[in-house]
């Protein structure tokens, strides 16, 4: 409607600029430059104004030569003056044509390439991403969840799709091949009952995971499940056994899933309730994840769903008798079940690095995530104790103490403000030795993993690194690899930058003189972050010699190659005593590496305005 509106506004601008000039003409008198720009002010004013602040999404590639073409139009209409059925032809063809060309193809949608790749620089480590977007069937829900199998990964979408994702062997590209029995998730059913009522995209598959038994395989999923009859919803974990082999060819056919464990209570929603005590579905605080402590015990985090004395009456993460806000543990010889830890509020995030080493993620309210040391038997005080406050306000009303923990388990870390963590593991592979032992913690609202070096039972280093994404889940692959599930339904592949890596060792000969900082870290030499595509000689606050000055244009991958083969050859003059890198392919991995320094930042996910 907006680029209708500017249409409109541009044509109507120029009727009433050429019909000011036209009545001037008419009633004799003198029509000039002053007559022309005063013409133009009264005509396109109203549109300027419209474009540009009530509707500052109009792309400026079309009000700009809008206005310019305007203008040209009422010169034209001065210059003809004397021959007006020609002037009146030409400008009747020329206005049509201005006001009809900017705007093909204006509404086209920008298609983003299925497949991309960009660079995301960690302290440690160049980091090369493969964004796989259109890889996994998408879902109305979110959720869903990646987890590693042998040399492969198995992905389920919030819908619960599955896909057995492989690496080409000759390509390196991810296929993906579909399951024919998707986790027993009833979402439709669900959906036909509430419609609009409730966020339907939470009703989801939370969480999947593989345990490779040798010549069998079995795969565990936790979901929601909607009991119509009864008109309440459970949360359940659904396993799937089959044959390996079977499994590795997609072939779940003879398979079938079977429930082997239901939350308590069934938590209930009555739609048609004339009193309209409609509880909030609050499946957001589904927790859901998975983690196998041994062959026959599997570890289950069941988010409290808003059930916490404040957005309801019930108070689930401290009733014994409720199955909600709490870590359960299965046996999976028996499927026998009880409380292992109580007091969750949203568990997001469970892994198991050992007996002692069972680390989990949970959401705080406004402020408050945390990242727990589970210990069996202790109750991490939530709805009673969070660093964390109520949403728009600077207590939580079940904390006797604001901004403190007291009398129950403290958490390992808290982040406060809160970033959204989701899932997370602790590093074993051999591509990123140096991050061996790290907690890789993913983050849906922040968008970023943080790395967390553990030592002496305290985080002793925390390092963001951003991706842009919502990351969901996160799963370290038999290569080292980290795969990345994102709440759009992308898979993202991260792997050392090997090529970065042996331009990162060139670039040690640099480093005595030059830095990549934030554009004015200048030493001896200039800043070179951002230095591909940047103008020469532009680095904020550095001396450039005259030379270098003179030379003019941007700094281009072909100009660097030439400019490193040789410096005092392509810019004699130049203040840079270096001799040169005489390899061209050094140069070339010299100059990826410069590359990736200067571009951390991922592409966005959806196309931008113009």
């Not at 302290?123 to 069937?137: F, N, P, Q, S």
């Not at 919502?470 to 930058?497: F, K, N």
Request: proline letters at 6%.
């Amino acid at each position: 409607m907006e680029m209708r509106d500017i249409a409109w506004l541009l044509g109507g601008g120029y009727v009433v600029c050429a019909g000011l000039l036209v009545w001037r003409e008419w009633r004799g008198r003198y029509v000039g430059i002053d007559t022309l720009i005063s013409s133009l002010v009264v005509g396109f004013a109203p549109a300027l104004i419209f474009a540009w602040h009530a509707h500052g999404t109009v792309p400026n590639r079309v009000i700009l030569p809008e206005l310019l073409y305007g203008g040209a139009l009422a010169a034209v209409t001065v210059a003809l003056r004397g021959r007006p059925r020609i002037r009146a032809a030409l400008l009747a063809a020329l206005a049509l044509a201005g006001l009809v060309l900017p705007f093909s193809g204006i509404n086209k949608p920008h298609t983003l390439p299925s497949v991309r790749s960009w660079r995301v620089n960690s302290a440690l480590y160049a980091l090369k991403v493969t964004e796989y977007r259109t890889l996994i069937k998408p879902s109305l829900a979110t959720g869903g969840a990646v987890a590693a199998f042998r040399d492969r990964f198995v992905v389920a979408n919030g819908a619960g799709d599955i896909f057995l994702v492989s690496k080409s062997p000759t390509t390196g590209a991810l296929t993906a091949q579909h399951l024919k029995r998707p986790v027993p998730i009833n979402w439709h059913d669900f959906a036909a009952t509430f419609g609009q009522q409730e966020d339907l995209g939470y009703f989801r598959t939370a969480d999947l995971l593989a345990q490779d038994l040798g010549e069998k395989t079995r795969l565990f999923a936790t979901h929601h499940f909607w009991k119509a009859q009864e008109k309440c919803f459970v949360e359940r974990v659904s396993m799937l056994e089959l044959d390996t082999e079977r499994f590795l060819q997609a072939n779940d056919e003879n398979a079938a899933w079977r429930t082997i464990f239901e939350s308590t209570p069934c938590i209930r929603l009555d739609a048609t309730d004339p009193l309209g005590s409609l509880a909030h579905f609050g499946g957001i605080q589904s927790g859901g994840r998975l983690a196998l402590l041994s062959p026959n015990e599997l570890l289950l985090a069941v988010g409290d769903h808003t059930r916490d004395g404040v957005n309801s009456p019930e108070v689930f993460s401290q009733d014994s008798t409720s199955s909600y806000g709490k870590t359960i543990l299965l046996n999976l010889a028996d499927f026998s079940s009880h409380a292992f830890t109580i007091g969750h509020r949203n568990p997001q995030g469970l892994y198991a690095d050992g007996p002692g080493a069972i680390w989990l993620t949970e959401h705080g309210p406004q402020g408050g995530d945390e990242l727990n040391l589970v210990q069996r038997g202790a109750n991490y005080g939530w709805p009673l104790a969070t660093y964390g406050t109520q949403y728009g306000a600077h207590f939580w009303p079940g904390n006797a103490v604001p901004g403190s923990h007291g009398g129950f388990a403290e958490p390992f870390y808290s982040w406060v403000p809160s970033i959204g963590v989701s899932s997370l593991l602790v590093m074993h592979g051999a591509q990123f030795k140096l991050w061996d032992q790290d907690l890789m913690v993913a983050s849906l609202k922040d968008g970023a993993l943080y790395r967390a070096r553990v030592r002496n039972s305290r985080i002793v280093m925390l390092e963001r690194i951003p991706f842009g994404r919502r990351i969901r889940d996160i799963a370290e692959g038999s290569a080292g690899q980290l795969m990345m599930w994102s709440d759009r339904g992308a898979l993202l592949e991260i792997e050392a930058d090997r090529d970065v890596g042996t331009g990162e060792a060139l670039f040690r000969a640099c480093s005595g003189c030059h830095m990549i900082g934030e554009g004015d870290a200048n030493g001896i030499g200039p800043d070179l972050r951002r230095i591909v595509n940047r103008p020469v000689a532009s680095a904020v606050g550095f001396r450039y010699s005259p030379a270098m000055q003179q030379l003019g244009g941007r700094w281009d991958r072909a100009r660097l190659d030439r400019f490193l083969a040789s410096p005092q050859v392509y810019v004699p003059g130049t203040k840079m005593k270096f001799a040169g890198v005489p390899d061209p392919g050094e140069r070339k991995e010299l100059i990826e590496f410069l590359v990736s320094g200067a571009n951390n930042k991922p592409p966005p996910e959806d196309p931008l305005p113009d």
